[in-house]
């Protein structure tokens, strides 16, 4: 043991005194109070406070040696309290602040200037108190926490095999000595503190004994003889913590009630429970584990933990009522409680479980001496009243004087006819109202004392029944969540619940709410936590979350959701789930497929976009005849994300995006024309012919690959449905519906002179450049606003997703912001941004591009954003609100044309993108980022970031060359250009041309 004392850093935790309002002890109980940033959910108990102030608060920074607390208490402790353990050695007690009337009931250090300890006072005079007031008027509380070092607690325990002291441990008793108590604070302390002498410790008694006979005397005599040789001459020295708090977990219930009272809250403190009315709920009152249905009152100053009741109840101020279920909630209607403690219990008699109940008053006194009181009145007011008499309740040969609360038999544990209740208590609140039938049952019953009861709690029960009502009111939380469309986190819950083993009643509920819902919004955040339920259960094995979900197990569900039928298809997905459950790899796999079938649901409500398209009938163009579309390219100057479903349609979206040209160009564009052929040809590549793609459907079969984005030509595929020049469902050949519809084929060629993954929108900018060209072929004109909807509708069928803000700002001229409503159906809003005159311009010689040469977006990116906005993580949430909020503040910085402040604006926002989307950031980029940055007003990486274009506000007008010398001289920054960026006013371009040869 003593090898092992040298390298550790050892916690003993002193418990198990009974505690008459918790059955698990002072330690286990239960406090008001919710760990927002703990990764599991759970309740937060003494035992869980005080192990977070020994862990971080009081042990860092000591040597090695043993602590000791008790679990008595209730303590805080600041963050840093500055323990110094420079050249330290012996013992260390802490001690917290006290008054001096507090401490009369209390035990006291008395130290000198150094620290040292003195004596150790409990329930000592005013006079010896006062020798221990410090400067702020306080008294050093003796408060459960000592430090042994690794020499003292050495020489602790080379007393354990020395009798007497070997009678305090097993080793002792099994040599068959017999037992002795000794205190921590008044034996083993006590001997070490400066102004004891010998004699006095010696003949002295701990306060914990009592009076005790004379064998016991003289045993302790030798027992702190020993104590004495061993520890006099280690040095015992106190730190006080005067901003920390100590409070005594008394028997007294108004001093509990007191201490479960968090100050300053103005309303009820709910805490892990589920209220149905919680306007009933009145201030300083407390809820704590708990389910309450249909009107439950609670009145100030009162505490409910534990319970499931079902109204209607009125329970009044003062009152105490701990583990009671809906099964006992009839026995509370129609009476209203006031200053009581009433509490149900797990006993376990004669090798029986069982639950019984008792009741007290809150002023009554659980001590030995003195009157005493039951139900907050003198026994004899109770026995007038109840017609209970003295002998129902203690034996003859009991003196009066030693008759109190904790030795009368008041509560029954059996009844020989049926089951106990709350009502085989309460009856003595109002006595007469049966005309004494409940009296007479009462009579009837086994009844045991207060103490007799103690030794038959089953506590193993109790925390068996806490957690199973603390799951099914997380279970109601979780629904309500949902539904509600709360921005709570429920991914502790979804960990508490795996780790606790009891996964399967949350998956049920979850497929509840994906079944049930009104819209594809709370069905798709359903899934996406039955996916976080499943990643829980493969405990980070099983490999990647993020990936492919098209495995043809899971096609049949996919299938009904595919058709708008939500209840079977999650019943199918429940069934193809139960399949994949019995190791790591199989969850992992079917997470990733309710990922899949949340996608579905997404698209279905982006697809609502579709109300708000519209085109209008024109004359086609003539067979042959070019309809050529251009478009700039887009940045991005604040709000990104926030554009993307189903962030835009449950928070609401908002960007500001620039319509720029690179190098003086528009570098997006499309050609459609009509020819005679029945067919389509497909051109993706450079606007001439080299290096071109071509593609020819002559089959509906050769369109059938339109929903996978990576299939070659699959965006202008996916444009000819959207279009609605083919159907694909359609029984017609592909070549019978152009003949009837278009008196031939079409020809379409797309194009764009930016790399790929540059960042800047391309793709959504080019779909919408293909629309509007392929539209205007067919003899139809679309307006832009129609085409930002049409393009978020061609995303989905083509199933790359993706938000708006692309086709926003690169469809749309000049300076604007695009706003999407927390609702569906999903619409987008354009508002253009008035600058002052010649800001344009100024802005065109302060703006440029790098293109870092590194591929703009991990693949995964949008996979974690969405998984981890479906969570709701509070950082996640916060951040998508400040994304909004920002982007109107950007555009009133555009309004005044404050080029430092949107380069503030700028630099926040990568900072919010890097939140978002963390590992959006290469390192290269980082560099080259950090050598910019003294020349810049703000930057950041276009999109979603990962590399692609870098946009600079430079500090200097026309830094091209300059900023080309600045990167010159940097090492490691790879394959990168700088090009000129400026502002473009006009947007989508169309032009019907001249008849041409066919591409």
Not at 109 to 138: A, H
Not at 676 to 689: F, H, S
């Amino acid at each position: 043991m003593s090898d092992v004392l040298h390298s550790a850093w050892i916690l003993i935790l002193h418990m198990g005194r009974d505690f008459p309002f918790d059955d698990c002890g002072r330690a286990f109980t239960c406090l008001p109070v919710e760990n927002l940033q703990a990764p599991v959910e759970a309740l937060v108990c003494n035992l869980d406070c005080l192990l977070d102030i020994m862990t971080y608060r009081l042990g860092p920074g000591s040597p090695p040696g043993v602590w000791v607390c008790s679990t008595d208490m209730l303590l805080s402790v600041p963050p840093n309290p500055g323990i110094s353990w420079d050249d330290f050695r012996g013992a260390r007690v802490i001690a917290f602040p006290g008054s001096p009337v507090y401490a009369l009931n209390h035990g006291v250090y008395l130290t000198d200037s150094q620290g040292f300890v003195l004596d150790i006072y409990y329930q000592g005079s005013m006079e010896k108190i006062q020798q221990c007031v410090r400067p702020d008027g306080q008294v050093p509380l003796v408060s459960g926490v000592v430090f042994f070092s690794v020499e003292t607690a050495e020489h602790l325990l080379a007393t354990h095999v020395s009798p007497p002291l070997d009678a305090c441990t097993y080793m002792g008793l099994d040599s068959g000595a017999q037992p002795v108590q000794l205190s921590l604070f008044f034996d083993i302390l006590l001997s070490m503190a400066r102004n004891v002498s010998r004699e006095d410790f010696l003949t002295g008694r701990s306060p914990e004994m009592g009076q005790g006979d004379m064998d016991i005397t003289g045993y302790l005599k030798g027992a702190r003889a020993q104590l004495w040789r061993e520890l006099r001459n280690q040095p015992l020295t106190m730190v006080y913590i005067p901003d920390g708090t100590y409070s005594y977990m008394t028997a007294n219930a108004s001093e509990f009630l007191n201490s479960l009272m968090v100050p300053g809250v103005p309303g009820a403190q709910i805490i892990h429970s589920q209220v149905e009315e919680p306007q009933l709920l009145e201030a300083s009152c407390s809820v704590v584990s708990c389910l309450l249905e249909g009107p439950v009152h609670l009145g100030p100053r009162s505490v409910l933990q534990h319970c499931h009741l079902r109204g209607p109840i009125h329970i009044g101020a003062g009152c105490f009522v701990n583990g009671l279920d809906t099964a006992q909630s009839e026995a509370l209607h129609g009476l209203e409680l006031h200053d009581l403690v009433l509490q149900g219990h797990h006993v376990r008699l004669h090798g029986s479980l069982s639950r019984i109940f008792t009741l007290v008053g809150r002023l009554d006194s659980w001590d030995r001496q003195g009157a005493g009181t039951y139900l907050n009145m003198s026994w004899s007011e109770f026995f007038k009243k109840t017609g209970i008499r003295d002998w129902d309740l203690w034996d003859p040969d009991i003196p009066s004087s030693e008759r109190c609360l904790l030795n009368a038999r008041l509560f029954p544990v059996c009844h020989p006819l049926r089951a106990l209740g709350p009502g085989d208590m309460l009856w003595m609140l109002q006595p007469q109202e049966d005309g004494g039938e409940v009296q007479r049952a009462w009579r009837a019953s086994w009844r045991l004392s207060w103490e007799q009861l103690q030794p038959c709690l089953d506590r193993a029960a109790t925390l068996d029944s806490r957690r199973d009502l603390f799951f099914f009111q997380a279970l109601q939380k979780a629904r309500h969540v949902l539904e509600a469309r709360q921005d709570l986190c429920l991914r502790p819950l979804i960990q508490a619940a795996v780790h606790e083993g009891c996964p399967g009643p949350l998956l049920a509920i979850l497929d509840k709410v994906a079944a049930g819902a009104k819209d594809p919004g709370v069905a798709a955040r359903a899934l996406a936590c039955v996916a976080d339920v499943l990643g829980c259960m493969a405990e980070g094995r099983g490999g990647l979350r993020s990936g492919p979900a098209a495995n043809p197990e899971w096609m049949r569900p996919f299938s009904f959701l595919e058709c708008g039928d939500l209840v079977r298809g999650v019943e199918a997905l429940a069934q193809e789930r139960n399949k994949w459950l019995s190791r790591p790899a199989l969850l992992v796999r079917a997470a990733r497929h309710y990922e899949g079938a949340e996608q579905i649901l997404i698209r279905q409500a982006v697809m609502t976009a579709q109300h708000f398209v519209s085109t209008e009938t024109v004359e086609m163009p003539a067979i042959g005849q070019w309809v050529v579309t251009e478009c700039p390219a887009r940045v991005d100057f604040s709000g990104g994300w926030s554009d993307t479903p189903p962030i835009a349609y449950e928070l609401g979206g908002a960007v500001l995006g620039l319509a720029v040209r690179v190098d003086g160009r528009r570098p997006i564009g499309a050609r459609a024309r009509r020819i005679l052929e029945p067919e389509l040809r497909l051109a993706v590549g450079p606007r001439q012919d080299e290096m071109t793609m071509k593609i020819v459907c002559r089959s509906l079969d050769d369109l059938q690959d339109y929903c996978q984005p990576h299939a070659p030509g699959a965006l202008l595929k996916a444009a000819f449905i959207c279009a609605g020049i083919v159907n694909v469902g359609s029984e017609l050949p592909l070549h019978e519906q152009l003949l009837h519809s278009f008196e031939g084929g079409f020809e379409l060629h797309t194009w764009s002179e930016l790399p790929h993954g540059s960042g800047l929108g391309t793709s959504s900018i080019l779909a919408g450049a293909a629309l509007a060209a392929l539209q205007r072929a067919a003899g139809q004109a679309v307006g832009t606003t129609a085409l930002i909807h049409a393009v978020l509708h061609l995303e989905q069928v083509l199933t790359t997703g993706g938000g708006w803000q692309d086709q926003v700002s690169g469809l749309m001229p000049g300076i604007k912001v695009g706003r999407s409503q927390a609702q569906l159906p999903l619409k987008v809003e354009v508002e253009e941004i008035t600058v002052p005159e010649g800001f344009v311009q100024k802005l065109n010689e302060h703006l440029l591009l790098v293109y870092t040469g590194k591929t703009r977006l991990a693949r995964n990116l949008l996979q974690d954003v969405l998984r981890n906005w479906y969570a709701r993580l509070p950082a996640v949430v916060q951040n998508a609100r400040s994304l909004v909020q920002q982007t109107e503040e950007c555009a009133e910085a555009f309004r005044q044309g404050n080029l430092p402040l949107l380069g503030q604006y700028l630099t926040s926002y990568w900072e919010q993108k890097k939140l978002m989307a963390p590992g959006c950031e290469p390192l290269a980029v980082q560099r080259m980022m950090d050598v910019l940055a003294p020349h810049v007003y703000g930057q950041s990486l276009a999109g979603a970031g990962g590399g692609g274009f870098l946009y600079l506000l430079t500090k200097e007008p026309q830094q091209k060359e300059a900023l080309e010398a600045v990167l010159a001289k940097a090492e490691g920054l790879g394959n990168y250009s700088i090009h000129l960026v400026e502002v473009d006013m006009q947007g989508l371009s169309l032009q019907l041309m001249g008849r041409q040869s066919s591409t």
